[in-house]
């Protein structure tokens, strides 16, 4: 099932495409258009796998955790002192994967020869993959198997993500002047532009504040919000 901010959030980003659009088209053929957007349908759009399936195939798909349903292994295990992603997208890949586990004979192991091969024995996997993973930390692991070009990430706490190299490199926990608050970091835009670099508006208004609260100052350069 989707929860509602999932919805939300993608209903934003998918208006955000459909504005940009129709002012490319307006720009050539000179017309403007009326937008919708329904929340159902991005709520449709997001189930991306589980849509696909069933309407080629009929299949009802059951809840997948963390796992990719269409590629074995592409999922978090348990490591020694926490979990860690693995995503072992191609047969080359997965030989890798198998000899930095010290598994290479699951490479030629029938079952898993091939990505079809895995996921029609997804469960059998899983367990020989599991319990090797358990028996080392996050960090070993991501060590050993990123060296071997597969994809693989710990996961971490929102402390953790909030303290990560490249998370801090990017520039994307910015400062906000709140009007009762004073300043307070937040997460910005992950839009990184070049020439035009993305202007931030201002914190969250306050409830019951004054109207422009809601719409922030107006970057320099620009004339002002129109309420």
Sequence with gaps: ELEGPAGHAGHGV????????????????????????????????????????FLVSGEVMGPQGNAHVAIVPYQAFRAADGYVIVGAANDSMFTRLCDVLGLPELAHDRRFTTNADRVANRQELEALIGDR????????????????????????SIKEVFSD???????????????????????????????????????????????????GKPSPGRPPPRL
Excluded at 35 to 47: I, K, Q, R, S
Excluded at 167 to 185: K, R, W
């Design 14 to 53: 998918h208006a955000a495409a459909a504005i940009s659009s129709a002012v490319d088209e307006r720009e050539r053929a000179g017309k403007g258009q009326r937008l919708e957007l329904l929340l159902l349908g991005v709520h449709l759009a997001t189930l991306i796998n589980a849509a696909s399936v």
């Design 133 to 156: 993973l358990v028996q080392a930390p996050v960090a070993e692991w991501v060590d050993r198997i990123s060296a071997a070009g597969v994809a693989v990430a710990p996961v971490n």
């Design 165 to 215: 190299p490249q998370v801090v490199a990017s520039g994307q926990v910015a400062p906000f002047d709140h009007t009762t608050l004073g300043e307070i970091n937040l997460v910005g835009s992950p839009i990184h532009m070049s020439r035009t670099p993305v202007a931030r508006q201002g914190a969250p208004p306050t409830i019951g504040g004054p109207p422009e609260e809601d719409v």
